[in-house]
Every structure is written in structure tokens, then in C-alpha cells.
């Protein structure tokens, strides 16, 4: 019996190690694939070894590279081409090329909310990229064929554009236009959807990504500003339009090549829908009674014993009282109607767009400092001296120093500098998301400080040698002007890429696009804050304009960049007190 009883033992214990071994072999399994809740292209999840990581990045780097390299391409000499080649006055260029600008960073709301409810991130960029190459080439015919772009001139006689001919040329400024609104929303959020969150080595992999996807950016950029932009005054504007046209259609083919490596993320419905559905429902229960053991309960049990909506839970906070609301009903009241009952998850997003408001509202600021290099930065080196021998140098050149220093500064600051904090900080990713959009901030007040220094010394030295009257340019270097663009193009570095990383990672899961988009805005609503603050200063400055429109001698454009320092430092500290509030989501 006791042979018995041993051989029994043994096998029991045999099939304990055999349960224990297959336990731990499905657990390493599991470690095989993502576990974000992405999906592959068939629809199952995603091997680690063969999708997602950097592997899947080059092909979403090339789709933003040329997509940038196409839109700076065009938007840094476009008014040239409206008033050399369409014989538009400058008021009337300088409209429409604010007009299309803006247009441009209000798209991105609607290809946002197209991805994020409908036809998720990848669809959205794809379709919209194929728009994009169309509106460009559009654009190419509409430079390149005799008939669909006006006469030359004979003298002081330009023809104006046609009916034909303008109709084609709009047409495919404002397909870019939609295009791009497409592919900015979804680009830098599809590239972090390949790197799993729920892996700690993937997530300090997609903190480096969002720096190099800031450095791709700037590589289009740099390219446009120099070669593309020298190639349209030198070459031709057909052939300046068809070189962005070829790399865009080259950069939507590639994307199609990627798609086997992509991870992707589910559409979980219409963020606008699930926002409004919040609102509505806390108004309709603004008057409910409960008990706060009643409101506690609930807010413990109602996720859990809700329906599966797809959503990624968010755990319920305190702060913004009114909207809990919205998920409260008394015994027996049905809970299918969503505009009277909405799930805590649906409060908490809402929350969260609440929270990140105040930081949101601080990019506003930044882009008012930021706008000053395409507009009184240029107009500031107008006024200096320019010339080195018999060569001028055009004074909107120096924004390459903007973007040089971007190429600098990102594999310095993602080679040196985080390894460097990390040491001191313990974070991976060396500073917080609103550490680095801070430093950001303040480099950008440096910019402009160190730019009203050289006002006031150029100024000064107009009043020396006389030269406020006549307006001449100043015996002063444009070279001198180069520390406020590198320093303008660092703060982009820390400020715009860290703003793209917190509103990836703090943003609901289900409104990633929508809130890149939200972000995205701030430049365009910086630069109507500083067209508004310039024409107040003009009007309160009078006669004494510290703005002239011909003669910046006989101004204070010091005393403007003074002006937007404080305004710059004003912000800084706002930004501290809401970062410091701020309740960071765990990722």
C-alpha cells in the first residue's frame, strides 16, 4: 500500500509541475504579443518581434517628413508666388496666405474626429495623405500649364488671374489644406500607438520616439526653407511645386508599405458625442438627491457592473463634483438611455479635457512668442546690415537657424541630456512632460529678451548716426539676430515635443487624436492673439508708434518685444501653479 500511495503521490506532484510549467509558459506566451489592446492588420494581437516598436517608425517618419517638407515648401514663399506670379497686391497676398494657414491648423479638428469615431488613425492618414498628394498636384499643374496661370506682365500691365485659373490654384491649396488636417492629428499619435504601454521598455522607447518625430519635422522644414525656397526664386515655380509633389506621393506609397508592421488602435466612437452626453446627463440630474454612502457605492460599482463599452477604465477622482452627476439615478430608473446615464469612465474624460485646459491655454502664449520669427524677427533684420561683400542675405533666411537648432539640440537632448537628468530624477525619460513644456516657456522668454536687447541696441545706434529719419538700415550685423532664433528653435524642442508627449499620454484613450488637434489650434490662436496685440499697441501708442509700418527706426519695436516678455513671463508662472495641480493619469 505504501508502494501505492508513493506512486500516487509522484503523480500528483508530476501533474502539479506539469499545471505550474503550462502556467508559466502561457504567461511568457502572453509577453509574445502587446497587451495595450492594439490589434495587427487581421485583426489579432500584435507579436511584439514583428510589429510595432521602431521597426514600424521610418515609414511614419517618411509620411510627416515630406508632408512637412511639402507645406513649408509652400507656405514660406507663398505670398511671392501670389504677388510675382498672380500679380496679387500685397494686402490681398498676404490674406489669402493667412487665410490658408489657418485653415490649415483648423482641419486637423475634423480628420480628428473622423479617426477617433470612425476610421481609427491609420485609415484617416492614409485617405488624407492620397487628398494631400492631389491637392498637390493641383497646385503643381496650376504653376506648370500655360493656360491655368495668368500672363506675364508687359510692362506695368499684369493680367490678373482668371476665373479657371484661380478656381485650380484654390483648389488645391485648400485640399492640402484638408489633407493635412488629416495626417497632423493622427501621425505623432499613430507613431506612439506602436510602442506597448503596458511595457516599461517600450514606454521609455516611445518618450524617444516623440523626440525624433520633432526632429522629422524639422528636417522637412529645413529642407523647404533652403533648398525648395532657392529653387522656386532660381528654377521656376513648376519645378519648386513638383519636387514637394513627388516626395508627398513618394511618402503616401511608403506608408502603404509599413502596414503589415503597424500596431493599431480601435475607433471607440464620437469623443463629442461622449462629451455632450455628460453635460446633457448632469444637467438633467442637477437636482438629484443622494446620499453620500449612495454616491460613494456607486462610484465603486458602477464600471464593474456596467455594460462592455470598449472603454479603458479610468478610476474615478474627486474635483469637479457637478459632473458626477451625469452617472447618478435613483433605485429603479433605466439605465440604457446615455443622455441620462453615463458610465464613470465617460465623467472622468471629461475631467480630464477640464484639467488639461489650463495647460492647453498656455501654448497660447508660447505661439505668440513663437510667431515673432516669421514676422517682426524679419522685419528687425530688414533694418540691419545684411550684406557680406556683394551678397544680401534675405532677412527671412535666418529662420534656418530656428530649425538648425532643432537638428541640434534633439539628439543632444535625447542622447546627453536625459541620460544625464535621469541620474538625479529617476524618471526614464529624464523630466516630466511639464517639466520640459515649462523649460520651453522660459527659453522662449530668453528669445525674446535677448531680441529686445538688440532692438535697443540697434535703435541706439540709429539715433547715433542719425538715421531715424531717413530709415536706413544700421551698421549692425544681421548675424546678431542668430542667438533669438537658436534659442526660439530650443524652446520648440522642449516645449513642443514635450506638449505632444502629455497630451498623447494624459488624454483619453479614446479622444487621442481629437486632443493632438485641440493642441494644435494654440498656433493658430497665437497668432490671432498677436495680430490683435499688435494692432492694440499700434492703437493705444498713437503718432509715437512703436510699430511703423514703413520706418521701424522711428519706432519702439524694443519696447514691443519688452512688451511680450513680460507676457512671457506673466504665463510662466501660471503654468507652474496648474502643473503642479495637475493629477497626472497613470501610464
Known amino acids: 500500500m505504501g508502494s501505492i500511495d508513493e506512486e500516487v503521490s509522484l503523480l500528483e506532484a508530476e501533474e502539479s509541475l506539469i499545471q505550474i510549467s503550462r502556467f508559466f509558459f502561457q504567461q511568457e506566451e502572453l509577453k509574445l504579443y502587446a497587451e495595450d489592446g492594439s490589434i495587427d492588420i487581421y485583426g489579432n494581437p500584435p507579436l511584439k518581434q514583428k510589429t510595432g516598436n521602431w ?49 490649415c491648423y483648423i482641419t486637423p479638428l475634423i480628420g480628428a474626429l473622423i479617426a477617433d469615431a470612425y476610421w481609427g488613425r491609420y485609415w484617416t492618414i492614409a485617405c488624407f495623405s492620397a487628398i494631400y498628394f492631389t491637392g498637390m498636384v493641383a497646385l503643381t499643374l496650376s504653376a506648370s500649364v500655360p493656360g491655368l496661370k495668368p500672363a506675364e506682365c508687359i510692362g506695368s500691365l499684369c493680367p490678373p488671374a482668371t476665373t479657371v485659373q484661380s478656381t485650380v490654384l484654390f483648389s488645391g491649396l485648400y485640399l492640402i489644406a484638408l489633407g493635412t488636417g488629416g495626417i ?46 532657392w529653387v522656386q526664386e532660381n528654377c521656376g515655380w513648376e519645378l519648386g511645386f513638383l519636387i514637394p509633389t513627388v516626395f508627398m506621393g513618394l511618402a503616401t506609397i511608403s506608408f502603404f508599405f509599413g502596414t503589415p508592421l503597424y500596431r493599431f488602435q480601435k475607433p471607440k466612437g464620437s469623443p463629442i458625442t461622449r462629451v455632450c452626453q455628460v453635460l446633457v446627463a448632469a444637467y438633467r440630474n442637477f437636482n438629484l438627491k443622494f446620499s453620500e454612502e449612495y454616491h460613494t457605492h456607486l462610484f465603486e460599482t458602477w464600471d464593474m457592473n456596467s455594460s462592455n463599452t470598449g472603454d479603458c477604465k479610468i478610476e474615478h477622482t474627486d474635483g469637479y463634483k457637478f459632473l458626477d452627476k451625469a452617472a447618478i439615478i435613483s433605485e429603479g430608473e433605466a439605465k440604457s438611455d446615455p443622455w441620462k446615464l453615463c458610465t464613470v469612465t465617460q465623467v472622468e474624460e471629461v475631467k480630464i479635457l ?66 544625464f537628468v535621469r541620474r538625479f530624477t529617476g524618471l526614464a525619460k529624464g523630466f516630466t512632460e511639464l517639466q520640459r513644456m515649462g523649460i520651453g516657456l522660459f527659453v522662449s522668454v530668453l528669445s525674446l529678451t535677448f531680441a529686445a536687447i538688440v532692438e535697443t541696441v540697434r535703435l541706439q545706434l540709429a539715433r547715433d548716426l542719425d538715421l531715424v529719419e531717413s530709415g536706413d538700415t544700421v551698421p549692425l550685423t544681421i548675424f546678431w539676430q542668430i542667438p533669438q532664433y537658436f534659442l526660439m528653435g530650443t524652446a520648440g524642442v522642449f516645449f513642443f515635443v514635450g506638449r505632444i508627449e502629455f497630451f498623447y499620454e494624459q488624454s483619453p484613450d479614446s479622444m487621442r487624436s481629437l486632443c493632438s488637434a485641440w493642441a494644435l489650434l494654440t498656433t493658430t490662436l497665437g497668432n490671432y492673439l498677436s495680430s490683435m496685440i499688435i494692432t492694440v499697441v499700434a492703437y493705444l501708442s498713437g503718432k509715437d508708434c512703436w510699430i511703423p509700418s514703413d520706418n521701424i527706426n522711428n519706432g519702439h519695436l524694443d519696447y514691443f518685444f519688452w512688451l511680450l516678455v513680460c507676457l512671457g513671463f506673466v504665463n510662466i508662472p501660471v503654468f507652474v501653479f496648474f502643473s503642479v495641480k495637475y493629477p497626472h493619469k497613470k501610464v
Open 55 to 103: 521597426k514600424a517608425c521610418p515609414f511614419i517618419f517618411a509620411n510627416e517628413c515630406c508632408e512637412r517638407l511639402a507645406y513649408y515648401g509652400i507656405a514660406k514663399n507663398l505670398i511671392t508666388y501670389f504677388t510675382n506670379e498672380l500679380h496679387e497686391t500685397n494686402v490681398a497676398a498676404a490674406r489669402h496666405v493667412m487665410t490658408w494657414q489657418g485653415t
Open 354 to 419: 477640464l484639467r488639461l485646459f489650463p495647460i492647453w491655454a498656455s501654448g497660447i502664449i508660447f505661439s505668440v512668442l513663437h510667431s515673432q520669427i516669421y514676422t517682426l524677427f524679419v522685419q528687425q533684420g530688414r533694418s540691419m546690415k545684411r550684406t557680406i561683400g556683394s551678397f544680401e542675405i534675405p532677412p527671412a533666411t535666418l529662420g534656418m537657424f530656428d530649425t538648425a537648432s532643432v537638428l541640434i539640440s534633439v539628439p543632444i537632448y535625447d542622447r546627453l541630456i536625459v541620460p
Open 184 to 229: 497632423k492629428p493622427c501621425v505623432s499619435s499613430f507613431g506612439a500607438d506602436q510602442f506597448d504601454k503596458t511595457d516599461p521598455s517600450e514606454r521609455v522607447r516611445k518618450a524617444s520616439f516623440f523626440n525624433w518625430f520633432y526632429f522629422t519635422i524639422n528636417v522637412g522644414a529645413f529642407v523647404s526653407s533652403t533648398v525648395l525656397v
